[in-house]
C-alpha cells in the first residue's frame, strides 16, 4: 500500500501564490515503482479534471487554463511531488487531489484532497 498525504492549500487572494506538496509512504517496494505523479482538482459542481503530471524521469504535462502560471515538480528522494502556483485566480478554487501510479502494476493511489480558495 501506499498512503499520500497533501498539504499547503489555503485561502488566497486572486494573484497570489500557493505551493502544494504531496508526500508519499508505504510500501518500500511500491514506492521505488511510483511512476508518474498527477494533481487533479475537483470543483464544486464540475468533474474531476487533470492539472499536471510529472514522471519520473521528469516529463511535464499541463492542463491548458493552468500553463505558465502552475509549476509541478518531484523529489524521487523524498516520495514528494509539489505543485508552484503562482497568479490564481478564482476559477482555481477547488480540492486538489494527488494521484500516483505504481510502474508494473495495475495499482494507484490518491490521496485525501487539500482545500485551495482563491477570493476575488
Known amino acids: 500500500q501506499v498512503q499520500l498525504v497533501e498539504s499547503g492549500g489555503g485561502l488566497v487572494q486572486a494573484g497570489g501564490s500557493l505551493r502544494l506538496s504531496c508526500a508519499a509512504s508505504?510500501?518500500?517496494?511500491?514506492?521505488?515503482?511510483?511512476?508518474?505523479m498527477v494533481w487533479y482538482r475537483q470543483a464544486p459542481g464540475k468533474q474531476r479534471e487533470l492539472v499536471a503530471g510529472i514522471t519520473k524521469s521528469g516529463s511535464t504535462n499541463y492542463t491548458g487554463s493552468v500553463q505558465g502560471r502552475f509549476t509541478i515538480s518531484r523529489d524521487n528522494a523524498k516520495n514528494t511531488v509539489y505543485l508552484q502556483m503562482n497568479s490564481l485566480r478564482p476559477e482555481d478554487t477547488a480540492v486538489y487531489y494527488c494521484?500516483?501510479?505504481?510502474?508494473?502494476?495495475?495499482?494507484?493511489?490518491w490521496g485525501q484532497g487539500t482545500q485551495v480558495t482563491v477570493s476575488s
Open positions: 508505504g510500501s518500500a517496494f511500491k514506492l521505488r515503482l511510483i511512476n508518474a
Open positions: 494521484y500516483v501510479t505504481i510502474f508494473g502494476t495495475r495499482d494507484d493511489y
